[in-house]
């Protein structure tokens, strides 16, 4: 069999056939999202063809609920490609979702910021990203009834879906920024110089991950939503030196704001 339809028939079997509208992916330190709703979990190391998280801050289960009458799998921890997995592994979750029948996508993640006025425990809609990686989930045999061979990226993050996300916020009282999302493939932190680059390359936070599951997203068609916690100064412009517990901490500090954020484009969506 597909090595696909197993995953789905799977799902399908420990869910009842849950059909979800809309993909949440939880970052560093936003896991306690999921905390307070009930919905069925499903360790990713029970599902097959599925791969552990193995970051601190990460869960590592898919959780399927209900929320405001919309049906929503959440991705309780996501994988990087500084774990040592393939791009293709990153991402494929995302084409279980498309094939469960999800429209849309909403990735988050924690970032760095490389711009002074965009603070730690500020929230960021991306607008655009910059893939800094040099590599790329699509590289690869294409199976063409998943997409197109050379898919186009100018519109990922649609400016109709950004105008309305941001008309939400407002009504809610949520300050969002917007900006450009850098991928690095990490894990170590950028230097002060790799920071000035970025910033006068266009880019706004800086982060490892997001990246490659926006690229499939688009790839398949779905709506891609992207967010960023801005949980740290990235290297250079704050003297602090870096620390993933910080990142994990702001991630919890700003918990309430993200839900709010989160709920309110899940409820209008
Ligand atoms: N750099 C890269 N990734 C990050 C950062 C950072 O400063 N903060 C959170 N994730």
Known sequence: MDKL??????I??????????????????LGGFT???????????DIPNFRASTVKG????????????????????????YEGYELTDIT?????FKKLGAKTL???????????????????L????????????????????????????????????????????KNEGVDLKEGVYVMTTGPSYETPSEVKMFGKLGGDAVGMSTVPEAIVSNYLGMNTIGISLITNYASGISKNKLSHDEVVEVGHITAQKFTKLINTIINNL
Do not use: W
Not at 12 to 29: H, M, Q, R, Y
Not at 106 to 124: H, Q, W
Not at 126 to 138: A, Q, R, S
């Open 58 to 81: 990460h869960k590592g289960a898919l959780f399927f609920t209900t929320l405001f009458n919309k049906k929503i799998v959440v991705m309780q921890g996501r994988l990087h490609f």
């Open 5 to 10: 339809q197993a995953t789905i028939n799977y």
């Open 92 to 96: 494929y979750p995302i084409k279980v």
């Open 35 to 45: 905390k307070d709703l009930n919905g069925i979990t499903l360790p990713y190391n």
């Open 126 to 169: 991306i607008k655009d990203h910059i893939n800094f990686t040099g590599k790329n989930p699509l590289i690869g045999k294409n199976d063409d009834t998943l997409g197109e061979r050379f898919p186009d990226m100018s519109n990922i993050y649609t400016e109709a879906l950004r105008d309305q996300i941001k008309e939400y916020a």
């Open 106 to 124: 909403i990735l988050t993640n924690a970032a760095g910021s490389l711009r002074e006025d965009f603070k730690p425990s500020d929230l960021m």
């Open 12 to 29: 399908n079997e420990k869910t009842g056939n849950f059909k979800p509208d809309i993909a949440l992916v939880l970052g560093s330190g």
